[in-house]
């Protein structure tokens, strides 16, 4: 079983910048990617960014040259630094770990203001 952690969400003007972490933690998990993906009611979870083990990352085309995904192996933690948020980016961000199978996060909001 591994459990999921995540924190870092606000409240942010447009234009500025959060951190989001995403913690790990179980009996001998072995990762082979984690990342982040967001919802806002009525629509389907989309990808906002992942990263392997071995360090490859793949973002969504709306985050691209905004966000940057980041990893520490040695914790099991996953950062998503977002700069020049967006009205549009305001969701509830979830953590999402793979390891023979996926583990989510509870969740945590985004809320960007004008």
């Known amino acids: 079983q591994v459990q999921v952690v995540e924190s870092g969400g606000g409240l942010v003007q447009a234009g500025g910048s959060l951190r989001l972490s995403c913690a790990a933690s179980g009996n001998r998990v072995a990762i082979n990617s984690m990342g982040w993906y967001r919802q806002t009611p009525g629509k389907q979870r989309e990808l906002v960014a992942t990263i392997t083990s071995g360090g490859f990352t793949n973002y969504g085309d709306s985050v691209k040259g905004r966000f940057t995904i980041s990893e520490d192996l040695a914790k099991n933690t996953v950062y998503l630094q977002m700069n020049s948020l967006k009205l549009d980016d305001t969701a509830v961000y979830y953590c999402?770990?793979?390891?023979?199978?996926?583990?989510w996060g509870p969740g945590t909001q985004v809320t960007v203001s004008s």
């Open positions: 999402n770990v793979w390891t023979v199978r996926a583990y």
